[in-house]
């Protein structure tokens, strides 16, 4: 196999999509695109293994998920008050 699809490669790595795509949000992995697909290179995936070796992501993917929440809720408070001016 020369790529991953995200759900194989979330499957190798033993973790979410959720998790390989916010890896991929922070440029730890850098994905190919092919029309609407994103594949994983196996040397990329590899890569990725060995300069991050002993590296705990937990922490990282922690903060980025709370960030992307505080960000979502935001925007719904923008909305709501564009909406309550109306």
Do not use: C, H, W
């Not at 697909?37 to 922490?59: H, P, Q, Y």
């Amino acid at each position: 196999m020369l790529v991953y699809t995200i759900p194989e490669l979330a499957g190798e790595y033993r973790t979410s999509k959720e998790n390989v795509y916010i890896l991929i949000s922070l440029g730890q992995i850098k994905p190919l695109q092919f029309s609407s697909n994103k594949v994983v290179s196996k040397f990329e995936a590899e890569r990725f293994l060995i300069e991050n070796a002993g590296r705990n992501f937990d922490e990282i993917i922690l903060e980025e998920k709370k960030r992307r929440k505080l960000l979502k809720s935001n925007n719904n408070i923008i909305e709501m008050k564009k909406e309550a001016q109306q």
